[in-house]
């Protein structure tokens, strides 16, 4: 049990990389922001494991940010009305972000 969890640990990324976006494919320059404090990785973390997937064809505005945590990159959109995320090596499927969830990021990256 003891060797599991360590390898867990040893796995997982401390910090999360975030940059803005202009497109799908171009990062705006010098925007990259690097969280380490240990809530603000959870608070990403949260995000991605309580969204809900969507059904059916995706149709998508201009991303605002991506970012990686995990050694998994994410596109990220956050609105008033809440956020959803996609895997950058999965754009055929959006998982909607959790209300809670999408405030607290969106408090994260003080939008």
């Known amino acids: ?19 803005e976006l ?3 494919s171009k990062v705006k320059t010098e925007t990259e922001k690097t969280y380490t404090d240990e809530l603000e990785v959870e608070i ?4 991605i494991e309580h969204a809900i997937k969507w059904d059916g064809i995706v149709d998508v505005v201009d991303i605002m940010y991506k970012f990686k945590l995990d050694g998994k990159e994410y596109f990220l959109w956050l609105h008033d009305a809440g956020g959803s995320i996609m895997e ?3 754009t055929h499927t959006i998982y909607k972000l959790l209300e809670e969830d999408a405030k607290q990021l969106k408090e ?3 939008l």
């Open 1 to 19: 049990m003891f060797f599991i969890m360590t390898v867990l640990v040893a796995c997982s990324e401390n910090n999360v990389k975030l940059n």
């Open 22 to 24: 202009v497109s799908f």
């Open 44 to 47: 990403f973390r949260n995000a």
């Open 88 to 90: 950058t090596n999965d």
């Open 108 to 110: 994260v990256v003080n």
